[in-house]
């Protein structure tokens, strides 16, 4: 009986699953796992997040291809309908689902992950890497990070909107080949995507359209601003209210510096450190 980890990541939807899926799969410390991925490029580079193990399978439903029936899987990824997720639930010996809608509801059989729900069978919490919640010296004044994925080039076609904001970037990991060439004259400095964990939790003020960078930032001690995009789910929007992290839906320069100007005296609520409770949650109900 072996234990897999499924997350939908790729050059339209970006990292945020797939560096949530490192977190937790570090967490569990020395545990035999393979981490299942939608795209061959991450799966290729996840020795670097702390994965031993990964397979790149294309979609979804190639899962049954590489599992077998009966064993154990931890699935991030909203590509499910309601056949698919009653057959996956009965194919699998224990189905561990990572939630973020907070209308979501546990399917008899599954169990749940969620930022949002509570109750038999469910596991409350955020997943954010113990290393973000030690504080480090904010070095860095003002950063930007759009996220991982720019297919249709929004950050190029907004640019004016950051031109006069004075701030650093990260470039992403799936941006097209000289991409940042284009978007360099509205930043002060680019940082490459190796770089990513120490402008996150280096940045005092860290405007970003990437959920789970975001949570990083803050937990860091940082001062998030969230772009929220058009082209991404809005799951995380009821989170960040309770959190009180700035939030400018869409592609609005006047509202964003706006909470620019105000954000230093900007009253944040503090991030619970959750990922050990759903580490524990999870080697509970793996039986590891």
Same mark, same amino acid.
């Given at each position: ?8 990541? $790729?050059?339209?939807? $970006? ?7 490192? @977190?937790?799969?570090? =967490?569990? $410390?020395? !545990? ?27 979609? !979804? ?43 979501? @509801?546990?399917?008899? *059989?599954?169990?749940?992950? +969620? ?10 919490? !955020? ?6 919640? %030690?504080?480090?010296?904010? @070095?860095?004044?003002? =950063?930007?990070?759009? &996220? ?11 640019? *004016? ?10 470039? *992403? ?11 360099? /004259? ?33 937990? +860091? $001690? *940082? ?6 995009? /058009?082209?991404? %789910? ?13 939030? !400018?839906? &869409? ?10 100007? &105000?954000? +230093? ?24």
């Amino acid at each position: 009986m072996r234990l897999f980890y499924y997350v939908h990541t $790729g050059h339209r939807i $970006g990292l945020d699953r797939f560096r949530r899926a490192a @977190t937790i799969i570090r =967490s569990l $410390g020395d !545990v035999d796992i393979t981490l299942l991925t939608s795209d061959y490029r991450i799966a290729q580079e996840a020795r670097d997040f702390g994965i031993k193990r990964s397979v790149g399978i294309d979609v !979804v439903r190639n899962i049954p291809q590489i599992a077998h029936f009966g064993d154990k899987i931890i699935f991030d990824s909203d590509e499910l309908n309601p056949t698919l997720h009653a057959d996956m639930v009965k194919f699998f010996s224990t189905f561990i689902r990572v939630c973020d809608d907070s209308n979501g @509801t546990r399917l008899e *059989g599954e169990l749940l992950i +969620s930022p949002y729900l509570e109750g038999e069978g469910i596991c409350r919490g !955020v997943a954010v890497d113990e290393k973000y919640f %030690v504080q480090k010296p904010k @070095t860095i004044e003002k =950063s930007f990070f759009f &996220g991982d994925d720019d297919y249709e080039e929004d950050l190029f076609a907004n640019l *004016g909107m950051f031109q006069a904001l004075e701030m650093e970037m990260i470039i *992403g990991f799936y941006y097209f080949i000289n991409y940042e060439n284009k978007l360099a /004259p509205a930043f002060t400095k680019q940082h490459e995507f190796e770089e990513y964990d120490e402008v996150v939790q280096g940045s005092k003020i860290f405007v970003t359209s990437s959920p789970q960078a975001a949570l990083e930032n803050l937990a +860091s $001690g *940082g001062r998030p601003i969230y772009i929220q995009r /058009p082209d991404y %789910v809005r799951d995380f929007i009821p989170l960040f209210e309770t959190l009180n992290i700035p939030i !400018v839906d &869409g592609f609005y320069p006047s509202k964003l510096s706006l909470f620019m100007k &105000g954000v +230093s005296s900007h009253n944040y609520h503090s991030l619970e450190q959750s990922t050990h409770k759903i580490s524990k949650f999870l080697k509970e109900s793996l039986s590891l």
